[in-house]
């Protein structure tokens, strides 16, 4: 039997009124979750702008072009156009 289940048979067995009880807890559970996913979402995005701007602010002077990397490697055509 699923936890679902097991929730079910015992509500099954309350008031109405204690059922409604354990219907706005499950609810309130299921907000928090929500808000804590939502949270976690928001922080790894935060992460991936601070990388961003990391790398924009990185001193790129001296690093070599797509174009002089495939011209060491003996390619003279971009792959992309093909």
Sequence with gaps: ???AEQVYEV???L???KAAEVLTFAESIKAQQAS???ASSEEKEADWHRFLDSIDAADWEGF???EEIRANQGEDVPREIW
């Design 1 to 3: 039997m699923t936890v």
């Design 11 to 13: 509500v099954k067995q």
């Design 15 to 17: 008031s109405t009124e």
């Design 36 to 38: 804590e996913e939502s």
């Design 64 to 66: 070599p072009t797509l």
